[in-house]
C-alpha cells in the first residue's frame, strides 16, 4: 500500500501522504500505519514492535502532507522505545509510543478464538449494502484496500443490540513477506468498525448519520506473527459507553486460530445535531 | 498519601519522593500516579481524565527524587491532553499520555459486575499469608497504604489455574473528597496483582521468587466517578503470554456494581535463574 511508505526527510523526520479521497479528514488507522512506519525506520528491524499507543489530537488534513517526528526515547538491552509525533500546519494532530523487543521464548496461553461461519460464507460490504437497498456510500464504489466481512451485521436496522461483533478482514492482493509490513497494515486496518462496537446498544452504526464518531486513542499489542494478506478475525466487544464516549476492545486471530494482536481503543460518540 | 503529593519546580515541572521503603526499584504503579499529579496540575480541574497511556522504560531509583516534565500538547474546545516525561539520572525512565474532557453526557451502557463473595467474608492478605504458613513479605510487616482482598487465592500453591482472577481494593483511611485524588489512587492500585494473572497458567505468582515480572506499560480509562477509600472490585483475565510477555485486562467496579475504569497492562515475564 504506497499510502504506508514515508519520504524520509532527516534521520528522525518522515513525511506522509494521503491518498485522493474525498474525505473531510484523514482516515485515523492512516496515520497511526504512517507513525508505526516512521517508528520502525529508526529501529533495528531485528527487534519486533510488540506494541504501541497513541493519541488523535485533532483532525488530519487530507490535502496536505502529514509530518512524522521520532523521539528515540529509550534503546535498551532487550527493548526499545520510540515517541512519535505527527504534525500538520504547525500542530500535533497524533501522538504515539512505540516498543520494539529483541525476540525471545517465554510462557505461552491464549484465549480461544469464537466459532462463527468462515469468511468465503459471508458477503462483502458492498453486498451488505446492495441487498439491503440503501444507498452506497462513496467509498465503497472505488477498491478498497482491506475486505472487510462482517459476521454480525447491524445495516440500517437501528434495534439495539448487545455490544459485541465480529469481522473477517484481509488486505486485498498479495504483501510482501517483511512482517513490520503485516503490522503496519493491521494498524490501519483495525482502526475500521471498533468503534462502532460501542454504538450497538444505542441504535447506531458507522454509517448511521445521526451519530458523530472520532477515535480519540488505539493502542494495540501484537502477540504472534501474522499475514494481514490472509483472513484475521476481528473478535470486539464494549465494555463500556459514558460521558459522550465509548470504549471497545479486539482480539485478533488467524483463521487456524492463533490470537495475534489485541486491540484497544475509546472514541467520541455524539448525537449529530440533523443535517438542514 | 504523601508519596502522591509534588513539588511544583516551574511552570510544567515537578518533583517527586519515594517512601522510605527498602526497595530496589520504585513501584511502577508509585510512578503512574505521581505522573497524573503532574499531568491534572497543569488542566483545569472542571476537567476530568478519562484515558492515560503510559510506558515504563528503565527502572526507577528509590534514592534520588523522580522529575516529572509536562508537555501541553493540546488544550482543546472540550479535550485537553498531556505528555509527562519522568526523569532520573538524566534519562527518561518513563512517559505517559494523559486526555482529560470537560464533562458531558451521552449514551451509557457497561458490563455487569461478576458476582463474588463480599470484602468482609475474605481474609486480608497478612492473614492470606500467615494461614498459608509461607514466610511473610517483608513489606507485608508494615501498615499498607492499600487494603487487597483476593477472592481467589493461588497462595503458595502452583498448581496451573485458568488466567481470572479478583481482588476487592481500598485505600486505607478515609480521603478528601477531591475526585482527581480518587483517581490517582486507584492509577497507584490498579498496578498490583494485574500482571499476576498472566502467571496463573504457568503456575507463577508476584511472591513466586522463580519469576521475573517487570511492567513494561499501563493504560487506563475512567468511566464513572467513584471514591478509593470505599470497596472496588478489581475483576481481571489475561488473553495471552508469548515472547516473554503477559498481557492482562482489568474491570473495576464500586461494590453497587457500577463499572468506574477499564485497565490494561503488558509486562515482562521471565522464568529467573535460582539464586545463589
New interface residues.
Given amino acids: 500500500m504506497k499510502l504506508l511508505d514515508l519520504e524520509p526527510i532527516e534521520v528522525n523526520i518522515f513525511r506522509g501522504v494521503s491518498p485522493d479521497e474525498n474525505r473531510q479528514r484523514i482516515f485515523g488507522g492512516q496515520v497511526a500505519g504512517q507513525a508505526l512506519v516512521a517508528a520502525a525506520r529508526t529501529v533495528d528491524p531485528e527487534r519486533h514492535v ?2 504501541l ?3 488523535f ?2 483532525a488530519g488534513d487530507p490535502k496536505v502532507p502529514v509530518l512524522y517526528e521520532v523521539d528515540r ?2 534503546d ?1 538491552g ?2 526499545t ?1 520510540r ?1 512519535v ?1 505527527a504534525i500538520q500546519h504547525g500542530r ?1 494532530i497524533f ?1 504515539m ?1 512505540a ?1 520494539f ?1 529483541v ?9 480461544p478464538m469464537p466459532e462463527v461461519p468462515p469468511p468465503e460464507e459471508l458477503p462483502t460490504m458492498r453486498e451488505r449494502f446492495l441487498s439491503a437497498g440503501v444507498d452506497l456510500p462513496d467509498f465503497l464504489d472505488r477498491p478498497r484496500p482491506i475486505d472487510i466481512r462482517h459476521v454480525d451485521w447491524a445495516g440500517p436496522d437501528r434495534t439495539p443490540r448487545p ?1 459485541h461483533q465480529h469481522v473477517w478482514l484481509r488486505a486485498d492482493g498479495t504483501l510482501p513477506d517483511d512482517p513490520i509490513l503485516h503490522t503496519i497494515v493491521l494498524t490501519y486496518a483495525s482502526d475500521m468498525t471498533l468503534l462502532d462496537t ?2 450497538l ?2 441504535g ?1 452504526s458507522w454509517f448511521d448519520p445521526t451519530m458523530f464518531m472520532a477515535s ?2 488505539h ?1 494495540m ?1 501484537f ?2 506473527p501474522f499475514r494481514a494478506d490472509d483472513w484475521l478475525l476481528y473478535a470486539q466487544d ?10 471497545s ?1 479486539g ?1 485478533v486471530f488467524t483463521r487456524d486460530g492463533t ?1 495475534v494482536a ?1 486491540v ?1 481503543q ?1 472514541g ?4 449529530a445535531r440533523p443535517a438542514g
Avoid at 525476540?103 to 484465549?111: I, L, N, T, V
Fill in positions: 510488540h506494541s499507543h497513541a493519541y489530537l485533532r526515547i529509550r535498551g532487550s527493548f522505545t515517541r509525533v500535533a501522538n509510543s516498543s523487543q525476540p525471545e521464548e517465554g510462557y505461552d496461553h491464549a484465549f455490544p460501542a454504538t446498544p444505542h447506531g480519540l486513542d493502542a499489542w502477540h504472534r464494549s465494555p463500556n459507553a459514558s460521558g459522550g464516549r465509548g470504549l476492545r482480539l490470537l489485541t484497544m475509546e467520541l460518540i455524539r448525537r
